[in-house]
């Protein structure tokens, strides 16, 4: 299948710090990425929903100002945690969908803690 | 609210019996469904997707869909200790984009 490389795998930040991650599908264009959060032993929550070259759209109760992404190219999506709290340690996940949008593959993830 | 129910588990089974994951779901309209494996620390892996009412198999795996009683399940036959992760039920909803996945039940398989 497809792959979507996601970087970091993990990340260690301070309290208060920004923390940027990428996901970039290598092999087919991706107009569409979507962004989740897995805390331990709980389901995959969907965080936003990104396309390219337009604003995410994000689900209830997720803060689109400390989750910033950007989708600038069908290639690359960032998403960026802003001032980065204890709570907000947890598995992010992209997963991005084809063209066609028949088929949407994850990325690896990025384990963030914040200490 | 759409949602997708999974008993969490964990389910154990010895080696070389048949696991069976149960997943059941409220939209109606749903259209595709899917089982992914996620082993702890990774992103889940797609094993089975399954679109119409019935059985599919693919290797050990069998996915069945029953849309009338909106439930999927997923065995796995011939179970190896390296089956032991946490199994995700997918469903995508009704206007066929947004995919909302269950808990997750997780197995182990006894060597």
């Known amino acids: 299948g497809a792959v979507v490389s996601q970087h970091p795998s993990w990340v260690i930040c301070k309290s208060g710090t920004s923390v940027k991650i990428e996901c970039r599908s290598l092999d087919f264009q991706a107009t569409t990425m979507f962004w989740y959060r897995q805390f331990p032993k709980q389901s995959l929550m969907l965080m936003a929903t990104s396309n390219e070259g337009s604003k995410a759209t994000y689900e209830q109760g997720v803060e689109k100002d400390k989750f910033l992404i950007n989708h600038a190219s069908l290639t690359l999506s960032t998403l960026t945690v802003t001032s980065a709290h204890p709570e907000d340690s947890s598995f992010y996940i992209c997963?991005?969908?084809?063209?066609?949008?028949?088929?949407?593959?994850f990325g690896q993830g990025t384990r963030l803690t914040v200490v | 609210q759409k949602e997708v129910e999974q008993n969490s588990g964990p389910l154990s089974v010895p080696e070389g019996a048949i696991a069976s994951l149960n997943c059941t779901y409220s939209d109606r309209g749903s259209q595709s469904f899917f089982w992914y494996r996620q082993y702890s620390g990774k992103s889940p892996e797609l094993i089975m997707s399954i679109y119409s009412n019935g059985d599919k198999e693919d290797g050990r795996f069998t996915a069945q869909l029953n849309k009338a009683s909106q439930y999927v399940s997923l065995l796995i036959r011939d179970s190896q200790p390296s089956d032991s992760a946490t199994y995700l039920c997918a469903v995508t909803d009704t206007g066929g984009f947004k995919t909302i996945f269950g808990a997750g039940t997780r197995l182990f398989v006894k060597a």
């Open positions: 997963r991005g969908l084809t063209l066609a949008g028949t088929e949407a593959f």
